[in-house]
């Protein structure tokens, strides 16, 4: 069935830092991607998508490209800020519904 | 402009006791879903409903009843309720998967089961 792996948390980064969260999964056909944002006391909030291979969504100073050959969608950000302290999750759609990672925990320290 | 509003957002109940969490959304839209967040678990789906009177069972079902009568409203029902249910509960809909993945989600509801 389809799973999505992401790298283990917590990350802590100094702020300015580049941010890295790695996601690989595992699916049937060709899915769509996402990554959401989970800010503390809060839902999950889209940040950002890729619907087809070598696309690559971007928001908010966040990147990830949807790599086919590797089955990843790594999240990258070149300088985190304090306010980007939040839990990141990966997920991709399979029918009806989205499969989620375990979500990565992110803290950035001024 | 309320998006996904769950009720309760708190709730403590003891073990054997019955409770229902109402979602409820303004958005018209067709989707509608029940996740658990469990600390290193992520989000797994409970239940969800593709359209007004339909279910259908996700990946952690047991131990848990819905029903989507009206279109905007999707309730969730614990009927004898465990401390394995102990949990945030997060409900989220949308238009359809296949065209966006973009969820709504509410603000949570934590349950605690003693």
């Known amino acids: 069935g389809n799973s999505v792996t992401q790298m283990e948390g917590p990350v802590t980064l100094s702020e300015e830092a580049f941010l890295t969260i790695n996601c690989t999964y595992t699916?049937?056909?060709?899915?769509?991607l996402f990554w959401y944002v989970q800010y503390p006391g809060e839902g999950l909030q889209l940040l950002l998508k890729a619907t087809k291979a070598d696309d690559k969504g971007s928001n908010k100073g966040f990147e990830a490209t949807y790599r086919k050959e590797t089955t990843s969608f790594h999240l990258e950000k070149g300088s985190v800020q304090v306010s980007d302290s939040a839990v990141y999750f990966c997920?991709?759609?399979?029918?009806?519904?989205?499969?989620f990672g375990a979500g990565t925990i992110l803290r950035v320290k001024s | 402009n309320a998006g996904v509003t769950q009720t309760p957002k708190f709730r403590v109940l003891k073990t054997g006791q019955s409770m229902t969490l109402l979602c409820a959304q303004d958005?018209?839209?067709?989707?509608m879903y029940w996740y658990r967040q469990d600390p290193g678990m992520g989000l797994r789906l409970i239940h969800y409903s593709v359209g007004e009177g339909t279910t259908a069972k996700g990946e952690v079902p047991d131990g848990y009843n819905v029903s989507r009568l009206k279109k905007q409203n999707f309730l969730l029902g614990l009927e004898s309720a465990a401390p394995s249910q102990t949990s945030v509960y997060f409900c989220?809909?949308?238009?359809?998967?296949?065209?966006?993945?973009?969820?709504?989600f509410g603000e949570g509801s934590r349950l605690t089961v003693l």
């Open positions: 699916a049937t056909g060709y899915p769509s």
């Open positions: 958005m018209n839209h067709e989707y």
């Open positions: 989220a809909s949308n238009m359809a998967t296949r065209d966006t993945g973009e969820l709504f």
């Open positions: 997920a991709l759609s399979g029918g009806n519904k989205l499969v």
